[in-house]
């Protein structure tokens, strides 16, 4: 990985994160520009599964023992998982994963078939033992905050389920300015770390491969990549140095809804099975914004910018006019600062904010007629503007999660 792209050295240096061995390896803290990044990251997830028909809940990170052995992760999985904590006579476990409690959850109440598919997500903690020596910045953690989300709906529903995750993760990549390396159908290999059942890899595989013919998309297939419980569609991304990672997942499972007894009442009065899509778009933050941090340099798209627009008044006494604009954008919900003369010469002040989308340059000119001169982070000058015609150009390509910063027109 050339330094000029690797996420820890610019994570910190642009105030996004860091780590303390007081707090333990592995478990990175977000500073306040991070934090930005890494809630409009989220909230952007949550919204777009809102807009697709899912139901967000929330779950505990940690779960008795036997949860985990009932979803086979405590036999199949164990040496990745936490060791257990003796809580009042019982073994609790921090959670490897968010579907058993999911399933928990769908199983709480009877279920129609009216009902499916039921769409339920979560951006929830879990947590993984990894050693030590595969460590690193936000791309290897023991702490994991995880887009996740599973399906419960009738075998004839599966492939549609499927397929509109798989747009969702398109559309999601596009907003971030990402693109997928390949795609990879995700399948067993030898060895006893996956379920004994024949049968149901063989529906599950089928499902996902026809999924993937009629998608159109390119894919390879690979053994060894597989969940425990079931095969996987997993996209890939790489990084600076050519690092292949897993950043989305869409899985099918017959093997949980049997294991936790799920059941629906169909039409015609029977119990039937639901199965499970596993399905996560940005999987986990952490790696998420690692890879954004490399694949932008520090240069997020404006939407996702710490901070969206610098206000740069050229000498006090534009100050109170930068303070009117940075009150505009709050209320706007744009996330703007004001570097004033106190930080050096004006041409300093641009210079530091190279990464910022939007620098609003406020002189004696433009202070007398409500005008700011805007400069874009790509070098180009748009001249004196209105204050009210920017804000709101900027506000509407940031709403439409836009990666263009001024020309394209906005999307709705």
Known sequence: ???????????????LFDTDPLI???????????????????EYIRAAERRAGY???????????????????????????????????EQVVLRPSLCPHHAVIYRSRSRSYRELPLRMAELGGMYRSELSGVLGGLTRVRAIQLNDAHIFCTLDQVAEEAQAALEMIRRTYEALGITAARYRLSLPGPGGKYVAAPEKWQRSTALLTDVLDRSGLPYEAAQGEAAFYGPKID??????????STLSTVQVDFHQPEQFDLRYIGADGAKHRPVMVHRSIIGSVERTVAHLIEQHGGAFPAWLAPCQLVILPVSGTELPNAEALAARCADLGLRAEIAGPERGSLGARIRAARLVPYQAVIGAEEAADNLVAL??????????????????????????????????????
């Open 55 to 89: 139901q967000h809940v929330y779950s505990p990170v940690i779960g008795k023992r036997e949860l985990y052995e009932i979803s086979g992760h405590w036999g199949h999985y164990s040496d990745d998982m936490f060791p257990p904590m003796d809580i009042g006579g």
């Open 1 to 15: 990985m050339t330094t000029a792209h690797d996420h820890r050295r610019l994570g910190r240096e642009l105030n």
């Open 235 to 244: 996209v890939q991304v790489t990084d600076g140095a050519g690092r292949e």
């Open 375 to 412: 400069r874009l982070r790509d070098g180009r000058r748009l001249g004196p503007q209105p204050v009210s015609t920017v804000l709101t150009h900027i506000s509407t390509l940031i709403k439409a999660h836009s990666t263009q910063l001024w020309d394209s027109a906005p999307r709705s």
């Open 24 to 42: 333990g390896a592995g478990l990175p803290y977000w500073l306040p520009d991070g934090a930005a990044v890494r809630h409009t990251l989220e």
